[in-house]
């Protein structure tokens, strides 16, 4: 068994109390490319349901919006409907419906929040308007339990690459460092276009990665040396790296030589994990921060994976790594979330709550207006 399997076994045993006084919160995810319905109870999770849109999008070597939207429209009611059966209940037996309101693709946020307020409107619940980002950090809560107090979070994904510290996370969590350019995930993409792989390119990346040297490519590490890594310590750049690995790419490719992709993959890959499990051990050391979560779909990644677990074992840093399936857009992060505010006695949202795209990291619901201002 694996340092990780190992460490996730003993840590999913701290959640077999029993959790049937606790608010059942049912989770709605529609940011991008999943629809999801996801149903918890306190820490344990009664159902997790997710449709996804990916192979419509394949051949486009990308998310169509409108596509996406379209899809969210004919999986909602379906994955909603299979979520409820899933936990062996009813819509009257939720006690309150979360959903994602942001940040994220408007029209796919639109489907999903509307969805969600119908919902809430026909079965006199409750409804919370939730930041998608900071589910990523909550859903850990489902295999590790409680977040201790000045957490930090490394959440890392197609559109988003940025270190948070948890102080309570229903009501106060704040950025210390995030991406300025291009995010983790979308490095990984264009650098896999170019290489041929299919949409999505992150996994193809992660296997050809494993096989291949690390070091046969210099692949620069943005914004951790000189002047721009003293003023930006926690902040990340993947543009150069992208930039440079798609130069020496078509640099070979124009010469008529062949490309080693496997030793590519693996030299991208080194340096976008040194960069991240560094930045973020960093951020630990200088928070006095002994736990470090670490979400997004990008956390999937095996090679990132074992970087933080090394680099926290050698730094005396707890590092909890979500299961692979609750790292991709989920509907349990999403009720995870949720449950918090309901369990933290959080106002709920008010029914005419608008979508937020850009919703800022720092924002973890929707709140009423007059809670907002105190």
Known sequence: MSQEENASQSQSQRLDQD?????????????????????????????????????????????????????HAEAFIPVVRRA???????????????????????????????????LALAAHKPIYGINHVIGHISVTQLQFGTIPPD???????????SLLRVHDIAQDVRVVGTTLDDAAGECFDKIARLLGFPYPGGPYIDRHARVGNPNALKVPEGLTKGNAGKKHPYDFSFSGVKTAVARWVEERQQDGQQVPVDDVCASLAHSVADVLSGKAMRACAADHSSVLIVGGGFSANSQLRRALLEKGKAAGVEVRLPRRELCTDNGAMVAMLGSNLVEEGMPSSPLDFSIDSAMALNKIYMAPKAHVAQ
Do not use: W, Y
């Open 19 to 71: 959790q049937s006084g606790k608010p059942i919160v049912l989770g709605i995810e529609s940011t991008c490319d999943e629809t999801a319905a996801g149903i918890v109870q306190g820490g344990k999770l009664l159902a997790n349901v997710v449709a996804s849109s990916m192979d419509l999008h394949a051949r486009f070597g990308g998310v169509i919006p409108e596509i996406a939207s379209r899809a």
């Open 84 to 118: 409820l059966a899933n936990a062996n209940l009813d819509l009257s037996q939720i006690d309150a419906i979360a959903v994602s309101a942001g940040p994220g693709l408007a029209g796919c946020l639109a489907v999903g929040v509307s969805g969600a307020k119908s």
């Open 151 to 161: 957490t930090l979070a490394l959440i890392v994904s197609g559109g988003h690459t």
